[in-house]
Structure formats: structure tokens, C-alpha cells
């Protein structure tokens, strides 16, 4: 089984705070992405990397940043959160010997006061 | 660019009864299609996908999947629904052979299973 791992269920994090999410698989798949979801707007991708140290911006990575430094993590980076941020996020990779199919994380919803 | 939609926010179905689930699709040539299904304060669990080959595809939890190129649809069906099949469902679709394709996703469609 493809398993995902994301660090925290819940966060609540303070306006201009520094937050890190991360994600974490126990395999070696390559590509590895995070979305945010929000009510009526569904899921919309942030970032994605296809191997250490690459990434590509997504539909919406606008005050986010993305770390990969291990094949095995991604991170998620808020450099200032902010109110608007405040939404559920997930992790999905896409497996090596499932290609074109990702597999989520259980998300962490984050809250930004 | 790409879209894809879930023309129902919100469905309610009797236990027992039949469910489907419509997704059209506007793409310039086939996708991959694919449908997820998330729990309340769950991540997403996928179901089905199809490829190509069979345009009835079978997924997980007795649910199916009907591509018509003709409609541009994937609708998903299941033929009894279980008070647990209530949750969010989301139809997405990517690009063929992209090497790292990104999925797009349909706004969801929330189902309420009535006793």
C-alpha cells in the first residue's frame, strides 16, 4: 500500500507566523504535490516536485514555498501566514509503479487567527 | 486550459437505492479520469480510475465508472448505496502521458444518504 504521511491533523498559527507542513512517504516515489482545499473551490494544486530539489508551481503558489531535500519529504512553507490561508491542506504523491494515479495524505487543516 | 465539473453540489439518496454521480470534462484530446471519494475530515481515497481500454470500469466499495467520449462524461455509479457511502466526491482528470501530470479536479459533489 502507498502510504502518506502529513505531520499535523490541526494547526492553529498566528498571522505573520513562519509554518511548515510536512509530508512524508515511506517509499521512493518521485513526484510528490500539495493542494489546498476550500469549500466550492474543491482542490487546487500549490506546489509539486518530481525529484529532490526540483519543484514547479502549481495553479495557486502564491505566498507558499515548497521544500524538497530528501526524496522521502516535501514541505510545505507559509514564509507570513495569513487569515486567507486558512484552509485544509493535502499531500498526494503519484507512485513509481502506479504511474498518473496520486494518493493523498489524511490533510491537515490548518487555521490562521 | 482544461476543466472539469460536477454539475451537483449536493445529492441525497435513500439507502438502498441507486446512485449516480455526473462529471463532464473539457479537454483537447482524452484524459485520464478518475474519481476520489473523502470521508469527513479525511484525505481522499481513490475509487476508480480509467485509463484506457474497457470504458466501464469497476473501483473499490462496489462503485462503477462509465467513460462516453461522445458526452465528454465519466459519470459514477453504484447500484445500492450504504449509509456509509455518505461523503464528498470528486471527479479529476489529467493529462496523458504528461511524465508528472498534475490532476484537475471538479468542485465535488456532497452525498447524503437518507435512512
Known amino acids: 500500500d502507498v502510504k502518506v504521511t502529513q505531520s499535523s491533523r490541526y494547526l492553529v498559527k498566528r498571522t505573520g507566523e513562519k509554518v511548515f507542513l510536512e509530508c512524508v512517504q515511506d517509499m521512493d516515489h518521485e513526484n510528490m504535490f500539495w493542494y489546498r482545499q476550500d469549500p466550492g473551490l474543491g482542490l487546487r494544486l500549490i506546489y509539486f516536485?518530481?525529484?529532490?530539489?526540483?519543484?514547479e508551481k502549481g495553479d495557486i503558489p502564491e505566498g507558499y514555498s515548497v521544500s524538497r531535500e530528501k526524496k522521502e519529504r516535501f514541505s510545505l512553507i507559509l514564509e507570513s501566514a495569513s487569515t486567507n490561508q486558512t484552509s485544509m491542506y493535502l499531500c498526494?504523491?503519484?507512485?513509481?509503479?502506479?504511474?498518473?494515479?496520486?494518493?493523498f495524505g489524511p490533510g491537515t487543516r490548518l487555521t490562521v487567527l | 486550459a482544461q476543466s472539469v465539473t460536477q454539475p451537483d453540489i449536493h445529492i441525497t439518496v435513500s439507502e438502498g437505492a441507486s446512485l449516480e454521480l455526473r462529471c463532464n470534462y473539457s479537454?483537447?484530446?482524452?484524459?485520464?479520469l478518475f474519481w476520489y471519494v473523502q470521508s469527513p475530515g479525511q484525505g481522499l481515497q481513490l475509487l476508480l480510475k480509467?485509463?484506457?481500454?474497457?470504458?466501464l470500469v469497476q473501483g473499490i466499495k462496489g462503485f462503477e465508472a462509465e467513460f462516453k467520449r461522445s458526452q465528454s462524461s465519466f459519470n459514477l455509479r453504484k447500484p445500492s448505496v450504504h449509509w456509509s457511502d455518505a461523503a464528498e466526491y470528486f471527479c479529476?482528470?489529467?493529462?496523458?502521458?504528461?511524465?508528472?501530470?498534475?490532476?484537475?479536479f471538479g468542485k465535488g459533489t456532497m452525498l447524503l444518504v437518507s435512512p
Open positions: 479529476a482528470v489529467a493529462p496523458r502521458n504528461s511524465g508528472y501530470s498534475t490532476l484537475t
Open positions: 516536485s518530481y525529484d529532490v530539489k526540483m519543484k
Open positions: 479537454y483537447g484530446a482524452t484524459p485520464y
Open positions: 480509467y485509463f484506457s481500454g474497457d470504458t
Open positions: 498526494a504523491l503519484m507512485s513509481s509503479r502506479d504511474t498518473d494515479t496520486q494518493y
